[in-house]
């Protein structure tokens, strides 16, 4: 647990995706939590090599999104044709429901979409111009042809010269670097 402030973490090079992902499998077996992958593709699998258990915040504030539309769509609606000014036309009742379901969906869809949008820009800390890994001259391959693990100084297990012994170990690791804030 030394050098915890001195530096972001440890980052390691590889040349392939199956290098990543078994250095990644290899990373996660070793008990580390706080690391994160980078590549310049997609790669399938590299989610439950590295360890992320979606936590499903997501879906939580889209439904929180949509369901404070549909409430406050209908009660819009109830407020204005029951409470403010209601209007009695043709003997039909001041909350007459079959009348606020457009509005009410809607307003469901609106602040959902809100939600899911500025939901994820918030939980994915976008958009984010700065990243302590551009600070490694390497790391500008990460969007062509590299792949990049990232081991962070929070993680319980990190400690800078062990870590460091554990990155180079790794099968088909290239290069090993400090990551500066």
Known sequence: MSDVHDVYGLMVEFASTDDLLAGCEQTRDAGFKNIDAFSPAPIHGLTEAIGYEGKGWIAKTVF????????SGFFL????SAI????NIGGRPYLSWPAFIPVTFEMTILLAVFAAVFGMLGWNKLPQPYHPVFNVQRFKLASSNRFFLVIESVDNKFD???????????DNAVGVYDVDY
């Not at 800078?160 to 790794?170: C, N, P, S």
């Open 160 to 170: 800078r010269q062990a870590t460091r012994a554990f990155l180079e170990g790794l």
């Open 77 to 80: 609606q109830y407020w204005t």
């Open 84 to 87: 403010d000014y209601p209007l």
């Open 64 to 71: 929180i999104g949509g369901f404070i539309g549909a409430m």
